[in-house]
């Protein structure tokens, strides 16, 4: 099971990038997936999650009405359209499972069962994204 993220890069504040995440051994279906990232000298932070059950989306504050989560039809490709970049938006970005939590308004990391979140610790490579101010 690897996770592969791809479509980082150098960009001007207010540009555009689109990231990918491809799975390699199995897909996305039924599963919660999302974006994370990690700014530097920061811990790593929820950005998007979307649930290939219902389609239900769910982002961070910050990134609202910029970024745009999205799949493929057969959910082997997560991307994450990223509009409108801020400086702050700079970062390694990874894909992994993930769960909203509701109550704190906060995406986490991890797989949900039972009422409970099992952590996750496969994160691939990330892909660095530098916005330039």
């Known amino acids: 099971v690897q996770l592969v993220e791809s479509g980082g890069g150098l960009v001007q504040v207010g540009g555009s990038l689109r990231l990918s995440c491809a799975a390699s051994?199995?897909?996305?279906?039924?599963?919660?997936i999302g974006w994370f990232r990690q700014p530097p000298g920061k811990e790593r932070e929820g950005v998007s999650c979307i649930s290939s059950t219902d389609g239900t989306t769910n982002y961070r504050d910050s990134v609202k009405g910029r970024f745009t989560i999205s799949s493929d039809k057969g959910w082997s490709t997560v991307s994450l359209q990223m509009d409108n970049l801020q400086s702050e938006d700079t970062a390694v970005y990874y894909c992994?499972?993930?769960?909203?939590?509701?109550?704190?308004?906060?995406?986490?990391?991890?797989?949900?069962?039972?009422?409970?979140?099992?952590?996750?610790?496969?994160w691939g490579q990330g892909t660095q994204v530098i916005v330039l101010s």
């Open positions: 051994g199995f897909t996305f279906d039924r599963q919660q």
């Open positions: 992994g499972p993930c769960s909203y939590d509701g109550t704190k308004g906060t995406i986490v990391a991890g797989f949900p069962l039972l009422g409970s979140i099992v952590p996750f610790d496969g």
